[in-house]
Every structure is written in C-alpha cells, then in structure tokens.
C-alpha cells in the first residue's frame, strides 16, 4: 500500500505533480497517515511542531503531501499552504467526540478559503480501530457534509495506524485528481 502503488495508478500522466494539503486537528493522525502513505515506521510519532512534506518520485510523476500541525496556535498559517493545493485531505478523530464541533468549525473554515475553492477534499474519519469511533456516516452527518456543493468531496472511514481503509481513500484521492487536472 505505499505512495508507488498509488504512483502507479497515477502515471498515466507523466511529469504531473500532486501538490496534497493534509490537515487537521491536532492528535487526528496526520503524522501517522503521512508515514503509513510512506511505508515508513509509525511507531514513535510526536506532534507535528510545524510541516512535513513526503515526496516521491516515480516515472516522471511526483506527488507531494504536506502535513501541516494542528495544533491552536498553529493553525492561523494554514493559509500560507493553501496556494497550488490540488487535493485537500482532511483528517478526522472520529473517537474524539469532544471536538467535533471545532474540527467542523475548521473544515468549514477551509472550504470557504478562496485559494481552496473547488479544490476535490477527502475527509478520512480517522481512529476507526477504536471501540468509541464514531461512523464515517455519523460524522458526514454532524459536520452537515451533504451540502457542500462548490467541488467534489468524499468522507472514507480509515484507521492510520492499521492502515485499513486508507488506500481506498488515495484511490479517490486520484481519480479525482486526475478529474480536477484534465
């Protein structure tokens, strides 16, 4: 399951660069999406104190995924990565009920940015290997997902650190590139 098997899939248009804005709360599990994304070691993950980019390259095809720190004081620069975003995934702790309310007050935020307008967004809900995770379905609902209407949007149940669910998401994820960039 690593980037190149999504590259593969993608190389139908060589020399094509994927620029991927990953954000979310902090503790969501960006960090460990990115390095699950990587085929890299999750087992020590520490907070994201500012960006990380994973780039690869394969074929001529180079995608690039920026996982931005969540955390409060973190967050007004979000906007200084929004420019070129081609894909916007948005990560979800769908075990942390307690911030439901603010992780959608930041996704709505994001959707009305004018440098992210009609940029395709995934929302993975995320943790779904927790006994107190709530339904992708629960959460498309809560954070009123149906009546985004400006770009494509897809919510993918997933758990980064078991990695289930997270392909079917980058398979969106590059379809709906490839739709955005024709």
Known sequence: MGL????RKL???PDQE??????????AGKTTLLKQLASEDISHITPTQGFNIK???????KLNVWDIGGQRKIRPYWRNYFENTDVLIYLIDSADRKRFEETGQELAELLDEEKLSGVPVLIFANKQDLL???PASEIAEGLNLHTIRDRVWQI?????LTGEG????MNWV???????KK
């Open 166 to 169: 997270v392909q079917d998401g």
């Open 174 to 180: 590059c379809k709906n590139v490839n739709a955005k």
């Open 156 to 160: 993918q149940s997933c758990s980064a």
């Open 132 to 134: 107190t995770a709530a």
């Open 11 to 13: 190389k139908s248009a």
């Open 18 to 27: 994927v620029r991927i804005l990953l954000l979310g709360l902090d503790n």
């Open 55 to 61: 780039s690869v390259q394969s074929q001529g095809f």
């Open 4 to 7: 190149l098997s999504i590259l």
